[in-house]
């Protein structure tokens, strides 16, 4: 994965060793540089205002401003901002907001040793990373309403594997490799998912599998 030659991170967390642990996490891997952080909603807000970072790492649960709220005032000034959720929730309903929000990753803090430095690098060239529970709970939302004169029906066992992994955001050779399949073969199951689903890309097809896999409940 193409690294930019330096990421500018800010951390927030509500609590200052979760800030501290993360911080450390951050800043010991090459390209990535926390440049800030904060406590609040709010604060989250004026900090990406005057710091302008390429990504941020933040909580939803913050005082005085809601990491959802805070994610929307942030996107209004700064739209090539990313943010990734870490988070201790994975209802579906608070998963769903953030993601529809604009959320670029949503990782959980039990996974974050392993998770949070791929999602950090993943939305820094723009693309998406889930924790693998945040994943199965886009794709269970997905079958679950297959029967609801969904095309996800139309899908084969095969074609379902390829669109987990799609969303859980491996390209067409990591893919290929976890399921013993050619690059070439894994792409041709892609575009056959995104003909049933009728999509036009790969970022429509994840977009496809957040927008009909959740919703409010």
Do not use: W
Not at 7 to 34: C, F, K, P, S, W
Not at 103 to 111: D, L, N, V, W
């Amino acid at each position: 994965m193409k690294l930019l030659p330096s990421t500018r991170i800010i951390v927030v967390d509500d609590h200052g060793i979760v800030r501290e642990g993360l911080t450390l996490l951050l800043e010991r891997e090459a390209g990535l540089q926390v440049v800030g952080v904060a406590a609040t909603g709010r604060q989250a807000v004026a900090a990406a205002m005057r710091l302008k970072p390429d990504v941020i790492v933040m909580d939803l649960m913050l005082p005085d401003l809601d990491g959802i709220d805070a994610m929307a005032r942030i996107f209004e000034r700064l739209p090539a901002t990313r943010v990734v959720v870490l988070s201790a929730c994975q209802s579906s309903e608070r998963v769903f907001r953030a993601l529809q929000a604009g959320a670029t990753g949503y990782i959980i803090k039990e996974s974050a040793a392993t998770d949070l430095v791929l999602a950090v690098r993943a939305a820094a060239i723009g693309e998406r990373y889930l924790s693998a529970s945040i994943t199965a709970l886009v794709v269970e939302g997905l079958l679950s309403k297959s029967h609801i004169s969904s095309p996800i029906e139309r899908l084969s066992a095969r074609e379902r594997e390829v669109l987990h992994l799609t969303v859980a955001g491996l390209k067409s050779a990591a893919i290929g490799t976890q399921l013993s399949l050619s690059r070439k073969t894994v792409d041709t199951y892609r575009s056959r998912v995104m003909g049933k689903l009728q999509v036009a890309n790969r970022s429509a097809l994840i977009h496809f599998a957040i927008e009909h896999a959740l919703g409010p409940v």
